[in-house]
């Protein structure tokens, strides 16, 4: 099964709205990544947060993680249409690979 | 643009064939990763490569192989090859050889299998 399991699966908002996803995940972790994947394109690496850190902000993305709860949430803030993409997080947990969840699709309307 | 290089970006085979998709990873990177991403599967770790060793293997099928050449580019190979390996694959490359740093993907290569 998946090391991270995304929450929503989907999410649409309207363009200026804040989108907010979630992670699970189930075993120990060096560091939590969060990618991003335009329809049929590759994934683009977006952040990455280490275990011993809590927050992590990069322009309009602004990522939480509590290793207690292993979660983790990715924000974006004023959305806007070229945000519409599916959106992953990605856990090393014990297994010394990068496994991913099965990702939320968000679509940001004009 | 990743700096990673997939070829080719779309294959249409039959059944039981056999196909080799190939990544040129990033200029510099030692590392290079296989995904596939299906509808029902997500996207699934395959095999990792660094500098030409085998380093990681994940859920890849028996009827799949890869390798790293000494130049590092890597080769896919899928054999007896079934409908349900139609997936887009994708590889990716990092600097080092821990499997826990930022991966640069490629395009993908989809492949349909009739």
């Known amino acids: 099964s998946q090391q991270g399991e995304e929450d929503p699966q989907a999410l649409s908002i309207q363009e200026g709205e804040n989108a907010t996803m979630n992670c699970s995940y189930k075993?120990?972790?060096?560091?939590l990544q969060w990618y991003r994947q335009n329809s049929g394109r590759g994934l683009v690496h977006l952040i990455l947060i280490r275990s011993n850190e809590r927050e992590k902000h990069s322009g309009r993305l602004r990522v939480t993680l509590d290793t207690s709860k292993k979660s983790s949430s990715l924000l974006i803030t004023a959305s806007r249409a070229a945000d519409t993409a599916s959106y992953f997080c990605?856990?090393?947990?014990?297994?010394?690979?990068?496994?991913f969840g099965q990702g939320t699709t968000l679509q940001v309307k004009p | 643009d990743s700096g990673v290089t997939q070829t080719p970006k779309h294959l249409i085979t039959a059944t039981g064939q056999r196909v080799t998709l190939r990544c040129s990873p990033r200029s510099g990177d030692l590392s290079v990763y296989w995904y596939q991403q299906s509808l029902d599967q997500g996207l699934q770790f395959l095999i990792q490569y660094y500098n030409g060793e085998e380093r990681a293997k994940g859920n890849i099928l028996e009827r799949f192989s890869a390798q790293q050449f000494p130049d590092l580019h890597s080769e896919l190979n899928l054999s007896s090859l079934e409908l349900g390996d139609s997936a887009l694959y994708f590889c990716?490359?990092?600097?080092?050889?821990?499997?826990?740093?930022?991966?640069?993907f490629g395009e993908g290569s989809r492949l349909t299998v009739l």
């Open positions: 075993t120990s972790i060096n560091n």
């Open positions: 990716a490359s990092s600097a080092d050889s821990s499997n826990t740093g930022e991966l640069f």
């Open positions: 990605a856990t090393d947990g014990n297994t010394g690979k990068l496994i």
